[in-house]
């Protein structure tokens, strides 16, 4: 059964590593802030996919989990945890806030604040 809770079907394609599922998570005109990192934002859920494709390639075991949430309207605000395995064989962890809003039950903009986790 596929969920139509964004935060959910988010998570279920991340850990499919099925690039397009997560890209059709996101609208066609999607915007990406990223406020620690500015010149990473980007607009497109083409760029989605070619990033996930790349996260993929170096993390093929990924998964997400999403630790806490809240929802007001069409915004919601969730904290995620991702895991995989880097090409040295080292865990890659990377965990922080995620805040979006949705249009038609897919998501149409994030201010994204997840990083890496050093020294796990």
């Known amino acids: 059964m596929t969920t139509t809770d ?11 590593h099925d ?3 997560i890209a059709d998570c996101f609208t066609p005109d999607y915007r990406a802030e990223l406020p620690h990192r ?12 070619a990033n996930w494709v ?3 390639a170096r993390l093929p ?21 991702m895991v995989g395995t880097a090409p040295d064989g080292t865990q890659a962890v990377m965990r922080g806030p995620v805040i ?6 897919r998501i149409a903009w994030t201010r994204f604040y997840l990083s890496p986790v050093p020294g796990l």
């Open 54 to 56: 790349a996260v993929l």
């Open 19 to 21: 690039p397009q599922r």
């Open 61 to 81: 075991d990924i998964r997400a989990e999403v630790l806490r949430r809240a929802a007001a309207g069409d915004e919601l605000w969730s904290e995620w945890e």
């Open 100 to 105: 979006m809003a949705t249009r038609d039950g």
């Open 38 to 49: 500015p010149a990473e934002s980007f607009t497109g859920s083409d760029r989605v996919h």
């Open 6 to 16: 964004p935060i959910e079907r988010l998570r279920d394609a991340i850990n499919s």
